[in-house]
């Protein structure tokens, strides 16, 4: 039987999945509306970042009373600790995905993608919220294989913000310095998100194994 | 007369100091290897970067430790999650410098900043180390005034950002494709070090007054 201790700490890891859901949809939408100029799905996705932040403010306070509560050691301990970090990343996630939002709306009606980019910044957009549902999975579940997939599929992330820059500076580039400073923005956004993912399930692998992997800076 | 077990609070206040010291010159000399395409003060900032991350382990392992061991409540244990989350933004800030280091590099023997950038950039640098310099003020002292102080430098910090912009949407930018990205990169490069720092002042604030600074995203 379990006590109500662990039925909250199960409780705070279902909410972890359910805020990293959140942010692989604010992703997603802000992609649609970089890429269509969708200023409807442009202002969804920034207005919705406000219940993304009170998830967190919610899953820390839940943590921190646990904690003062309960005074946990060894592994519960480590639950709760790592719980408080990854929802950080999380968060952090969500405002990526709100400043690509609102890098859509500054261009509006325009896009701020052109079109010798549609290809990139879409694949850009599939691979971060591929990354983030992998993500919400390996928190679910612990499950390692995942998490290691995830890491490939944030080198695929890599590749294409190096195309990126490639298309900028090939003398086709017609974007100008202004498309040229957006799509530079975007694509450290797309970056940092999948960043802030990959250091989340290695919080997990390390909760799982005990076996540190060291972040790149 | 104090316990052990407060000398070790005590002694993580003092590494988190340290390590802000850290990450204050890191930011100082990736501005000179910037400004002036002084490549050995880039590769000092790039494998200085090291002696942060070993010291952002040590801090976390040592309060993790004080955690398991000590089970602290209320304001104890509020210090050490709070050394936690203020050690990984400065972390963070040290990985800021040296992302503006790598540019700095990567641009040698020309500067990535184009002469009418000089000193907008340079003030940029300044603000960011004066920021710096406050942030491990507060954390030695919890001086709440300087935390308001540092509030209004990273006010100041913005204004600059903007600026960069304008010059480069403006006719005359000389600096082509190349140069824009750059600068847009280094621009969010001082953005985020500041919004780290200033975080990290909030933390502080949340500390002395229970009183919760909401962080922009």
């Known amino acids: 039987m379990r006590d109500q201790y662990h039925d909250e700490l199960d409780a705070i890891t279902q909410s972890l999945v359910d805020i990293t859901r959140l942010a692989g949809s604010a992703i997603n939408r802000a992609t649609t509306a970089l890429l269509e100029a969708d200023l409807q799905e442009a202002e969804a996705v920034i207005s919705g970042d406000a219940a993304i932040d009170q998830l967190y403010a919610d899953i820390e306070a839940r943590a921190l009373d646990l904690l003062a509560r309960q005074q946990p050691v060894a ?10 970090r990854m929802v950080a990343d999380i968060e952090r996630m969500g405002d990526l995905a709100l400043h690509i939002a609102k890098v859509a709306r500054r261009r509006y009606p325009a896009s701020a993608i052109p079109p010798e980019l549609h290809a990139t910044v879409l694949e850009m957009g599939q691979v971060a919220q591929r990354i983030c549902a992998k993500c919400s999975s390996v928190i679910a579940g612990r ?4 998490a290691a ?6 080198d ?3 590749d294409l913000h190096r195309k990126l820059f490639r298309v900028l500076l090939d003398d ?3 974007g100008g310095i202004e498309g040229a400073i957006d799509v530079t ?6 970056e940092r998100f999948c960043d802030h993912a990959v250091s989340v399930a290695r919080r997990v692998i390390y909760l799982v194994t005990g076996e540190r ?3 790149e800076s």
């Open 75 to 84: 592994s519960d301990l480590r639950i709760l600790i790592t719980s408080l």
């Open 143 to 146: 499950d390692l294989q995942l």
């Open 149 to 154: 997939e995830l890491e490939r599929d944030d």
């Open 156 to 158: 695929v992330m890599d």
């Open 172 to 174: 086709a580039w017609q």
């Open 185 to 190: 923005l975007c694509g450290r956004y797309y």
């Open 213 to 215: 992997v060291t972040v």
